[in-house]
């Protein structure tokens, strides 16, 4: 039976709609919006969520907590900023949280462009903030990744001297790449003055990136975001942390009125930053099943940006949208397609028998002779780099 779309309004009414009239625009509706109803069975890919969900010490302490649902608990939450700051060498001043790193990625966008300070972003990229920046009405600069799938900081800082907030995504959504520490220093350091660079480390814990948090103990204009949505598994329970300097989350706080936060996601958020085995083990095995995939495209043939994340960019020398709906035929819902690369579609690293079904659906769909096979070749480009665009 197919189930009903998970967003309160349909697919058309959704892109009729202004994203401003939405405010916060997620991850799952994002993919939502690329698909229609979904079986029951169906291999879920498309949203870069963690098949493993809350680690054991998150669960136990869920359920723990379970009694003390009736109240708001704000000293729980404290506790969660302590001990993350603990553990980062931050003072908790430094800290914010919030349920998701989604609101304070839109707060900060809103609280830092304006008609008059754009929003620049690499290319593709996360488009979360994209929407955020039209809401502020400001100019949104996409500005190409470079050829090793970094932020092209140099191009990003040039595009827009009216910059207010440089969005760097470390790995980046869609392509799991990163961008080197020395890359966001000089951001930092060449940026225009009154704006911010906001360094979204939500993916971070599957890579060997550095991260920015030392360039906000430095007292930098600098706000860096963490999610619990990704490697500990625990996107539907929504807690995540801004990571500034305390006048810069002043602002952000000032978008973000006054809310509390789930006592479920915090009591699961604290337990597991308090298991030390919890973020290595789920690393490693995201790391290796991604290999795995890695291994079977190369033995296929495939094109595929290597990534550093639980997501990643492949190659299908196709329009990119054709063969999404190939696959979710096969019951298979992979990724969407950014627009400068119309070929390719972002898989997430699920479990290993949900990468054995995608293989097994992909192999179909690209050897089968489907509609996509009669595209005008126009539509069929390969990798290719856009001049700075500007929407
Ligand atoms: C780059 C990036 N930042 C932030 C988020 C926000 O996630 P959440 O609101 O679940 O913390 C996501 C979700 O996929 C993401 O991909």
């Known amino acids: 039976m197919p189930s009903q779309s998970p967003l309160p309004f349909s697919r058309r009414s959704f892109l009729h709609l202004s994203a401003a009239a939405f405010g916060i625009v997620t991850e799952p509706m994002l993919a939502a919006m690329a698909r229609g109803p979904v079986p029951e069975d169906a291999v879920m890919i498309d949203a870069n969520e963690n098949p493993l969900g809350p680690g054991q010490c998150a669960r136990e302490a869920i359920s723990a907590i379970i009694p003390q649902g009736g109240r708001y608990s704000v000293n729980l939450t404290d506790d969660l900023v302590h001990t993350f700051a603990q553990l980062e060498g931050l003072h908790p001043d430094y800290v914010q949280a919030f349920p998701g790193s989604s609101p304070p990625l839109r707060f900060a966008v809103v609280a830092f462009t304006s008609p008059q300070r754009s929003y620049v972003t690499g290319d593709p990229g996360f488009e979360a903030g994209m929407f955020a920046a039209q809401a502020a009405e400001a100019r949104v600069v996409k500005v190409p990744l470079t050829q090793t799938y970094a932020h092209d900081v140099k191009a990003m800082l040039a595009a827009a001297p009216d910059g207010g907030l440089f969005y760097i995504c470390s790995p980046n959504n869609p392509t799991g790449t990163l961008t080197p520490h020395s890359a966001v220093e000089y951001v930092v350091e060449n940026k225009p003055q009154g704006s911010i660079v906001m360094v979204d480390e939500a993916y971070i814990h599957f890579s060997d990136a550095v991260s920015a948090l030392d360039l906000v103990k430095a007292g930098k204009d600098v706000v860096v975001l963490r999610t619990f949505s990704k490697v500990y598994g625990m996107a539907g329970l929504r807690c995540g942390f801004a990571i500034a300097r305390p006048d810069l989350l ?9 809310n509390f936060m789930p006592v479920t996601a915090v009591a699961a958020a604290s337990a597991s930053l308090k298991d030390p085995l919890l973020v290595p083990e789920r690393k490693r095995i995201n790391a290796a099943i991604r290999q795995e995939t890695f291994e079977w495209l190369d033995r296929n043939g495939y094109s595929y940006i290597p990534s550093q994340s639980n997501c990643f960019l492949l190659d299908t020398k196709r329009p990119g949208k054709q063969v999404i709906d190939a696959m979710a035929q096969q019951n298979v819902f992979i990724g969407r397609v950014w627009p400068i690369r119309p070929t390719c579609v972002r898989i997430t690293v699920g479990t290993h028998e949900e990468m054995e079904r995608f293989q097994a659906a992909f192999q179909k769909v690209m050897r089968g002779r489907t509609a996509f096979w009669l595209q005008p070749a126009s ?11 500007v929407t």
């Open 250 to 258: 002043d602002k952000i706080r000032g978008r973000a009125g006054w």
């Open 379 to 389: 539509l069929v480009r390969g990798p290719h780099r856009h001049a700075v665009l």
